[in-house]
Every structure is written in C-alpha cells, then in structure tokens.
C-alpha cells in the first residue's frame, strides 16, 4: 500500500511540475494571403481587404528553405507579443459620489408628491 501512495504522490507531483511550462506556451496564431511587400524585418500579407504587417526575426524563412517574393501566397505563423502597457484608472471610481437626494433641498419638491401633479 506504501508503494501505491508513493507512486501516486510521484505521480501527481510531476503532473503539478510540468502543468505550469504548458501554459506559459503562447497561443499560435495564423495569417494567409499574398505577399505585398517584405523588408529586412516585416512581411506585409493582405487578408481580404485588411493588409497585415508582422514582424520577422532571423528565424522566418520557408520551411521548404525557398525563397520568398512579392505575390507568394503564404500563411504565417505568428505569436502576439506585448511590448508595453499604460494602466488605466477607471473613471466611475474617480468620480466623487452624488450628494444624496435626502440632503438635497430640491429632492423632497418631486412632482409625484404634489397634490397638483395628480390628475
């Protein structure tokens, strides 16, 4: 029995350890169309009516090992990455809050309880 809950503990601790590594993999997205234009670091590629500039690093190549030229129609594989980011304040937290209607002088004259607002 010892041995049993030996290999399950091993068992769960390397399904705990090699969980997180599988989620910091970013998702991988994919563009198809011709090629518009290229440079020594982007590749622009239209989609329908859209044109898509990415980025290129040393590593982005055919897998065929080819070369690449304006009209090729290809699909790019591609990863977002974040370069900055700018917090925003949420202006409904900001704002200060409205006087209440019991503190308000005008509040306690509503046409719903005047005898002359009923018909």
């Known amino acids: 029995m010892n041995k049993s809950l030996l290999s399950l503990a091993a068992v769960c601790g390397l399904m705990l350890s090699v969980a997180p590594a599988g989620l910091a993999t970013p998702k ?15 590749v622009t590629v239209k989609k329908g009516q859209e044109e898509w500039e990415i980025t290129k690093d040393a590593t982005f190549k055919p897998a065929d090992g080819s070369e690449l030229k304006v009209g090729d129609k290809v699909t790019i594989h591609y990863t977002m990455t974040a370069k900055s980011v700018d917090k925003k304040t949420d ?23 005047s005898p002359a607002a009923k018909p």
Do not use: C, N
């Not at 997205?29 to 440079?39: A, K, N, R």
């Not at 202006?91 to 309880?113: C, G, N, T, V």
């Open 91 to 113: 202006a409904r937290k900001e704002k200060k809050p409205a006087a209440s209607p019991a503190a308000s002088p005008a509040a306690s004259a509503s046409p719903s309880a």
């Open 28 to 42: 991988d997205y994919q563009v198809t169309g011709p090629i518009l234009s290229m440079t020594d670091t982007t």
